[in-house]
């Protein structure tokens, strides 16, 4: 049963969803048109939660806006489908698609938000004895940093199935997700209402999420799993994984970004074995300083081990990820004949 949103004060976004409710299509699509791509997924975001909402509501956005007059007792309808009618008339189907993918994940990912700030093993915790399934629907929502160290804190076996059930995930009702967030915050001592969740995030770039963000061994360990039980996906989760050459693929000014926040002496040993078009960018993109501390660094390193070598790249892989996560950076794969050095 949809629920209906009774009279309460509603945010600005809110008010513009109730205003593009009432309107026809066609002009719900032109008023959309005018706001930037962000503006336009947090109030397609609003029109999905609200889904009907109450007169008086309606009404009272509707009076403030001066836009058109009121609809009577008539309830505005959202929900999915009136946000992705307005989209594809907004954007175009293709650019919908994307922009309605990441409303859904954003809004699934909230319903385990209380998780947030929880430690590693408490949510390892919450979890013991539940099905791999269980497990990957919730690494899937949580944030790749997290979802990462409890990952790596599973037994190898359960740890290799929980990654291949996030990587071949199927959408799930919001019912069946509201089941697995009530009862972990029961396990947890939470009282939080749940909210509704239109999407379960999985697939295959949520794996590669968290692998990107565990730590060498780990990462070793699962990919040589997942290898022995199904090469196909392995491969696949291989061919999407960042790795520490990929620098060479970004713009200038994001590697200069990212090389800023990294130790010279961590770089150097990341550095160690690696070919000459990843050290040209590297050293191109420092100041003429910086690339003294850093030829300074690698003179004195000496031979190192590939362990510590894949350690330190692995770092670097982690602070790029973070970086992207935080929207600092953009993160473009092309494909290798796309490559110019």
């Given amino acids: ?58 009404q ?18 959202g929900g999915k489908d009136v946000a992705t009618g307005l989209l594809e008339a907004s954007f175009g189907a293709e650019r919908a698609a994307g922009l309605m993918s990441r409303v859904t994940s954003s809004m699934a990912g909230k319903a385990f938000e209380f998780l ?12 013991e ?5 269980t497990i990957a629907l919730v690494l899937a929502h949580l ?7 409890v990952m790596s804190g599973l037994e190898e076996v359960l740890r290799t199935d929980v990654a291949e059930c996030i990587a071949t995930m199927n ?27 239109n999407q379960v995030v999985g697939g295959i770039q949520p794996l590669v999420d968290i692998i990107n963000r565990a730590d060498v061994a780990t990462e070793r360990a699962l990919l040589e799993a997942l290898e022995e039980r199904d090469p196909e996906l392995a491969e696949e989760v ?28 961590v770089l150097a040993t990341a550095m160690k ?11 191109s993109n420092l100041s003429e300083r910086n690339r003294e501390l850093l030829d300074g660094e690698a003179a004195a390193l000496g031979p190192v081990r590939l362990s510590q070598v894949e350690e330190a790249r692995a770092e670097v892989v982690r602070a790029i990820r973070d970086m992207e996560s935080q929207g600092a950076i953009t993160v473009q794969r092309v494909d290798e004949d796309e490559y110019v050095y």
């Fill in 1 to 58: 049963m949809s629920e209906v949103t009774t009279p309460t004060a509603l945010n600005g976004t809110q008010k513009v969803a109730v205003v593009l409710m009432n309107l026809d299509p066609q002009s719900a699509a032109e008023v959309l048109k005018r706001f930037s791509e962000a503006e336009a997924e947090e109030i397609v975001a609003e029109i999905v939660r609200l889904r009907r909402v109450d007169p008086q509501v309606a």
């Fill in 60 to 77: 009272a956005a509707l009076a403030e806006f001066h836009q058109l007059a009121m609809r009577g007792t008539t309830a505005a309808r």
């Fill in 116 to 127: 947030d700030a929880a430690e590693p093993a408490q949510v390892q915790g919450m979890l």
């Fill in 129 to 133: 004895g539940e099905l791999p399934q």
């Fill in 143 to 149: 944030r790749p940093e997290l979802a990462s160290q």
């Fill in 171 to 197: 959408p799930a009702p919001p019912e069946a997700v509201r089941i697995v967030t009530d009862t972990l915050k029961q396990r947890a001592g939470a009282v939080v209402s749940s909210r509704e969740a």
């Fill in 238 to 265: 291989r061919s999407r994984m960042l790795t520490f050459s990929d620098i060479v693929k970004f713009e200038r000014r994001d590697v200069q970004q990212v090389l800023r926040g990294i130790d010279p002496t």
């Fill in 273 to 283: 074995g690696t070919n000459e078009a990843v050290i040209e960018v590297i050293r």
